[in-house]
């Protein structure tokens, strides 16, 4: 079985606007890496992103990006009972970016890669929790300037 997921949200933002909330470190941690994000999302990179409600920085490897249409990452999968990312165990995240008729964007995160394991399975419930929050925080933060995040799972 290949575990795998796809989430999607419509942002009343224009696409360009969304890519960066996502790309640029210092917006992403306005509403997503509670502990901050550090280093820009660019092809080639490693980049770090610390939560406070999930301790230690994960190290995110950036497999592709294409400007206000896809950005590709690879990042150590962390299944229940372990205290961090498995480096040696990655899954891939991949984000979309479509413009909508009324000027919206449609922003769709998909990760995969998952052991086929029971542990594998929760950690992929986990993350597609995860994905779907920080997507409605994405949301949020660009039409409302609110801070979803904030306190959301401690």
């Known amino acids: 079985m290949n575990l795998s997921f796809s989430v ?12 960066e909330a996502v790309a640029d470190p210092d917006k992403l941690s306005r509403y997503f890496t509670t502990g901050g994000a550090k280093g820009r999302l660019e092809a080639g ?3 770090t992103w610390d939560f406070h409600d999930f301790p ?24 229940p ?22 000027g919206r964007t449609k922003v769709s995160v998909s990760e995969e ?8 399975l929760a950690a ?11 997507l409605s ?7 409302y300037g609110i801070n979803l995040r904030d306190g959301m799972y401690r």
Request: some cysteine.
């Open 113 to 120: 890669g998952w052991r086929d394991t029971a542990a594998g």
């Open 81 to 102: 009972g372990k205290s961090g990312p498995d480096e040696e165990y990655q899954t891939t995240v991949t984000f979309t970016f479509e413009p909508v008729e009324d």
């Open 8 to 19: 999607y949200a419509c942002v009343s933002k224009p696409v360009s606007e969304v890519f």
């Open 124 to 134: 992929s419930y986990g993350n597609c929790m995860g994905w779907a929050q920080m």
């Open 137 to 143: 925080a994405l949301k949020a933060w660009l039409e």
């Open 56 to 79: 230690g920085a994960f190290p995110v490897e950036v497999v592709e990006v294409e400007p206000d249409r896809r950005i590709v990452l690879h990042w150590g999968a962390v299944e």
């Open 45 to 47: 990179s490693t980049v």
